[in-house]
Protein backbone atom coordinates (compact mmCIF):
# COMPACT_ATOMS: atom_id res chain seq x y z
CA UNK A 1 0.00 0.00 0.00
CA UNK A 2 1.23 3.61 -0.50
CA UNK A 3 0.98 4.65 3.03
CA UNK A 4 3.79 2.18 4.14
CA UNK A 5 5.62 2.74 0.99
CA UNK A 6 5.83 5.80 2.23
CA UNK A 7 6.51 5.36 6.21
CA UNK A 8 9.16 2.86 4.98
CA UNK A 9 11.03 5.82 3.18
CA UNK A 10 10.30 8.36 6.01
CA UNK A 11 11.10 5.76 8.84
CA UNK A 12 14.02 3.47 7.55
CA UNK A 13 16.89 5.25 9.92
CA UNK A 14 14.33 4.72 13.06
CA UNK A 15 14.26 0.71 12.70
CA UNK A 16 17.62 -0.23 15.05
CA UNK A 17 16.33 2.59 17.67
CA UNK A 18 14.38 1.71 20.50
CA UNK A 19 10.38 1.11 20.29
CA UNK A 20 9.50 4.27 21.97
CA UNK A 21 11.38 6.20 19.40
CA UNK A 22 10.47 4.08 16.22
CA UNK A 23 6.74 5.10 18.03
CA UNK A 24 7.70 8.59 18.81
CA UNK A 25 8.89 9.09 14.86
CA UNK A 26 6.38 7.31 13.38
CA UNK A 27 3.87 9.79 15.19
CA UNK A 28 5.67 13.00 13.95
CA UNK A 29 5.56 11.25 10.58
CA UNK A 30 1.85 11.20 10.49
CA UNK A 31 1.24 14.57 12.45
CA UNK A 32 3.70 16.27 9.57
CA UNK A 33 1.63 14.72 6.86
CA UNK A 34 -2.01 15.31 8.13
CA UNK A 35 -0.52 18.71 8.92
CA UNK A 36 0.65 19.36 4.97
CA UNK A 37 -2.30 18.01 3.90
CA UNK A 38 -4.48 20.23 5.93
CA UNK A 39 -2.78 23.24 5.21
CA UNK A 40 -2.93 22.59 1.06
CA UNK A 41 -6.96 22.09 1.49
CA UNK A 42 -6.62 25.42 4.12
CA UNK A 43 -5.42 27.27 0.40
CA UNK A 44 -8.05 25.37 -1.76
CA UNK A 45 -10.77 26.86 1.00
CA UNK A 46 -9.12 30.27 1.03
CA UNK A 47 -9.12 30.56 -2.82
CA UNK A 48 -12.75 29.50 -3.41
CA UNK A 49 -14.74 30.63 0.04
CA UNK A 50 -12.64 33.84 0.72
CA UNK A 51 -9.78 35.26 -1.89
CA UNK A 52 -10.19 38.28 -0.18
CA UNK A 53 -7.89 37.82 2.35
CA UNK A 54 -5.83 35.03 0.29
CA UNK A 55 -2.37 36.92 0.64
CA UNK A 56 -2.46 37.76 4.50
CA UNK A 57 -3.09 33.66 5.55
CA UNK A 58 -1.56 32.25 2.66
CA UNK A 59 1.62 33.32 4.00
CA UNK A 60 1.44 31.68 6.83
CA UNK A 61 -0.34 28.78 5.60
CA UNK A 62 2.58 28.13 2.94
CA UNK A 63 5.24 28.75 5.84
CA UNK A 64 3.38 25.96 8.00
CA UNK A 65 3.59 23.53 4.90
CA UNK A 66 7.05 24.51 4.10
CA UNK A 67 8.20 23.64 7.53
CA UNK A 68 6.53 20.20 7.80
CA UNK A 69 7.90 19.33 4.63
CA UNK A 70 11.09 19.92 5.86
CA UNK A 71 10.31 18.07 9.31
CA UNK A 72 9.16 15.17 6.84
CA UNK A 73 12.95 15.50 5.64
CA UNK A 74 14.95 15.81 8.85
CA UNK A 75 13.02 12.60 9.95
CA UNK A 76 14.00 10.64 6.93
CA UNK A 77 17.58 11.56 8.10
CA UNK A 78 17.05 10.00 11.65
CA UNK A 79 17.43 13.11 13.61
CA UNK A 80 13.78 12.85 15.56
CA UNK A 81 14.44 15.08 18.31
CA UNK A 82 15.51 17.83 15.38
CA UNK A 83 12.52 17.16 13.88
CA UNK A 84 10.39 17.32 16.41
CA UNK A 85 11.33 20.68 17.66
CA UNK A 86 11.21 22.12 14.54
CA UNK A 87 7.59 21.47 13.92
Known amino acids: MIK ?3 ERFFLKK ?3 ESFLIQKKAQALFYFAMTVAIVMILL ?5 F ?11 VIVFIF ?11 TGKYYFAANLL
Do not use: H, M, R, W
Not at 66 to 76: A, D, M, P, R
Open 66 to 76: FISIITLFILK
Open 49 to 59: FNPDILFQAGI
Open 14 to 16: FSE
Open 4 to 6: DKF
Open 43 to 47: IFAFV
